[in-house]
């Protein structure tokens, strides 16, 4: 085999109680996943040496709330750059009228 094969990692996503199409290319078995189906992420170093990490994930609710606090996130970062942009403007305003009020002292 040659090195770049031995290199290459492969990923597969597969669901609890279904299988994953192998290397030889066989026929996958599928069923409908409902939403309290929990699917695992499982990553192979190696075709022959196996060393696998999961990640489970329940496919209920928890995404409505993950979604909704990506947002809150999203709208506060947002506030937050419109912030930092009326300051760093304030800032500037203020050395501005400094070194126009030094200039006219000096008159």
């Given at each position: 085999m040659q090195s770049s094969q031995?290199?290459?990692?492969?990923?597969?996503?597969?669901?609890?109680?279904?299988s994953a199409r192998d290397a030889a290319g066989e026929?996958?078995?599928?069923?409908?996943?409902?939403?309290?189906?929990?699917r695992t992420i499982y990553e192979g170093r190696e075709p022959l040496d196996v060393d696998f990490c999961s990640i489970s994930i329940d496919g209920n609710s928890d995404n409505d709330i993950l979604q909704q606090r990506l947002n809150d996130v999203t709208r506060q970062r947002e506030d937050l750059q419109q912030m930092e942009i009326e300051l760093r403007a304030q800032v500037i305003a203020k050395s501005e009228i400094l070194e126009m009020r030094k200039r006219l002292m000096l008159k």
């Open positions: 031995l290199s290459r990692q492969e990923w597969r996503a597969v669901a609890d109680n279904h026929e996958m078995e599928r069923s409908k996943l409902t939403q309290s189906d929990e």
